[in-house]
């Protein structure tokens, strides 16, 4: 059973960047699809960006696509998120998780990581 830890969240002024990792632990994680989803207070989790397992496909959320940036480092078990030029509506808390199908739909995901708080001032 893979289990997750994110770090890398913080405050940021508006315009700034913030990158995010998901350790995974276990010596399977290159075996999954792995995703973020962001989830802000009152409104549902949402799916930001996904990656198929040998990092060779990518996939975007309307609202993030050209700012965030999703990688994977299978040697070291870590996904990351580079989070380019945010706004104060990206502040939330960001989870990583783990894919049954590769998708933005967080009803495929399990494996849930505890999340890290990303807050943007304006």
């Known amino acids: 059973q893979v289990q997750l830890v994110e770090s890398g969240g913080g405050l940021v002024q508006a315009g700034g960047s913030l990158r995010l990792s998901c350790a995974a632990s276990?010596?399977?994680?290159?075996?999954?699809?792995m995703g973020w989803f962001r989830q802000a207070l009152g409104k549902e989790r949402e799916g930001v960006a996904c990656i198929r397992t040998g990092g060779g496909a990518t996939y975007y959320s309307d609202s993030v696509k050209g700012r965030f940036t999703i990688s994977r480092d299978n040697a070291k078990s870590t996904v990351y998120l580079q989070m380019n030029s945010l706004k104060p509506e990206d502040t939330g808390v960001y989870y990583c998780?783990?894919?049954?199908?590769?998708?933005?739909?967080?009803?495929?995901?399990?494996?849930w990581g505890q999340g890290t708080q990303v807050t943007v001032s304006s």
């Open positions: 998780a783990v894919a049954h199908r590769l998708s933005l739909d967080s009803a495929e995901y399990t494996n």
């Open positions: 276990g010596h399977t994680f290159y075996m999954y699809d």
